[in-house]
Antibody, heavy 121, light 106 residues
């Protein structure tokens, strides 16, 4: 069971990046997924949720209108399109699996290692 | 929903009993989880649904609480437990995290 993020890098303010998260070892199409980030030396910040069939999508206010989450269950992949990037978006970006259950609710049980995004001129 | 963790840091010797608290700004039922994060690593799920131990997590970790007040307890601190611990509410969007508690060696 593994998640591997990619697509991070250095981008100028106002620029765009697309992050990917490749899933393996489990039936990706049956799990909801999330994106979480962590700025250098700071705490965790939840960014976005997407349900298993993409029917429900939610965002943090800090990225709403700028970031778009999507998934391709045929490719076992999760994506985060990030536009109009700001210096404060500099962080490690993690994808996380969410094995939602009707009695216990959500939890992020599998995390990738993260990909670093640096927004700087 | 805001989550307030306390303390923000603590120093304790190996073998001590450690308790971390997490208070929610409004009721969240039992939809609270705890993570452990070691330096440079991804977070690891410890407890979900406020008190259910994730598979493979040592039994010295336990969680309790409901509504607005929650605790994570380490019954006997081990060298590998030195890390930062985060609570997260999953009752409603946005899924907010607490500020973290850094547990250090005394």
């Amino acid at each position: 069971v593994q998640l591997v993020e990619s697509g991070g890098g250095l981008v100028q303010p106002g620029g765009s990046l697309r992050l990917s998260c490749a899933a393996s070892g489990f039936t990706f199409s049956t799990y909801s997924m999330n994106w979480v980030r962590q700025a250098p030396g700071k705490g965790l910040e939840w960014l976005s949720y997407i349900s298993s069939r993409s029917s429900s999508i939610y965002y943090a206010d800090s990225v709403k209108g700028r970031f778009t989450v999507s998934r391709d269950n045929t490719k076992n992949s999760l994506y985060l399109q990030m536009n109009n990037l700001r210096v404060e978006d500099t962080a490690v970006y993690y994808c996380a699996r969410d094995p939602w259950h009707p009695t216990t609710g959500h939890a992020f049980d599998i995390w990738g290692r993260g990909t670093m995004v640096t927004v700087s001129s | 929903i805001q989550l307030t963790q306390s303390p923000s840091s603590l120093s304790a010797p190996v073998g001590d009993r450690v308790t971390i608290t997490c208070r929610a700004s409004q009721g969240i039922g039992s939809y609270l989880v705890w993570y452990q994060q070691k330096l440079g690593k991804a977070p690891k799920l410890l407890i979900y649904a406020a008190s259910t131990l994730q598979s493979g997590v040592p039994s010295r970790f336990s969680g309790s609480g409901s509504g607005t007040d929650f605790t994570l307890t380490i019954s006997s601190l081990q060298p590998e437990d030195f890390a930062t611990y985060y609570c997260q509410q999953l009752n409603s969007y946005p899924f907010t995290f607490g500020g973290g508690t850094k547990v250090e060696i005394k």
